[in-house]
């Protein structure tokens, strides 16, 4: 596709649940980025992929949080027993790794832990 | 302590004015982007800057990369109601890194 897309745009969660979003980034794009917005303001970075492989996750909790960018399927961001502090609107950016490797960014996930 | 300071957080000005928006950095950095976000949206990527006092024109957007490489600043000439958002700026902060990292943000809303 043309644009980055992220599913779903809202997910609410009670305190403990399980929350999973989806990314598809643009074609042809090897590279993928999740970002963590809160308070409005502050981006945090999580994880990057080339390709399938982890890139970089040094912005990833060490527990709870996990992703995967597999072959033909979206890259997912999964959060195990999510807290309230969990609640941001989660990006995902897709980069062509060559050139100017200027970042596409969907249109977010907002995530509500209740 | 952030990597990137931008000031000011939030800015309430009339349709016409003028304004400036700064990014500030105790560290010296190869290229610095900024990059704009309209609720509901994510960030789309406005200017690179990449040259020590590189001036880049974006319509009425006027983008300084200072001649250190470890600020920029932002103007914009004639706000317009289109111009609300929140403003960022960004940086990789080290060789090899691809992910961002972000400033904390300029509020910008132009009241009609």
């Known amino acids: 596709g043309e644009e980055v897309a992220q599913t779903p745009k809202h997910l609410v969660r009670g305190e403990g649940q399980k929350a999973k979003l989806y990314c598809a980034p643009i074609?042809?794009?090897?590279?993928v980025f999740w970002y963590q917005q809160v308070l409005k303001n502050e981006f945090k970075f999580l994880i990057s992929?080339?390709?399938?492989?982890?890139?970089?996750e040094t912005g990833m909790p060490k527990e709870r949080f996990s992703a995967k960018c597999l072959p033909n399927s979206p890259c997912s961001l999964e959060i195990q027993a999510t807290k309230l502090e969990d609640s941001a609107v989660y990006f995902c950016?897709?980069?062509?790794?060559?050139?100017?490797?200027?970042?596409?960014f969907g249109p977010g996930t907002r995530l509500t832990v209740l | 302590t952030q990597l990137l300071e931008q000031s000011p957080q939030f800015l309430s000005i009339q349709e016409g004015e003028n304004l400036t928006v700064y990014c500030n950095s105790s560290?010296?950095?190869?290229?610095l982007q900024w990059y704009r976000q309209e609720p509901g949206e994510g960030p789309v990527l406005l200017v690179t800057?990449?040259?020590?006092?590189e001036v880049k024109k974006l319509k009425r957007l006027t983008f300084q990369f200072g001649d250190a490489r470890k600020d920029s600043s932002l103007h914009i000439t004639a706000a317009q109601p289109g111009d609300t958002g929140l403003y960022l700026c960004a940086v990789r902060p080290y060789t090899g890194r691809r992910a961002l990292t972000f400033g904390s943000g300029t509020r910008l809303q132009v009241q009609p």
């Open positions: 800057v990449v040259t020590g006092g």
């Open positions: 950016a897709s980069s062509q790794g060559r050139g100017t490797d200027t970042q596409y």
């Open positions: 560290s010296v950095f190869s290229s």
């Open positions: 992929f080339q390709n399938e492989n982890v890139f970089d």
């Open positions: 074609k042809g794009h090897s590279y």
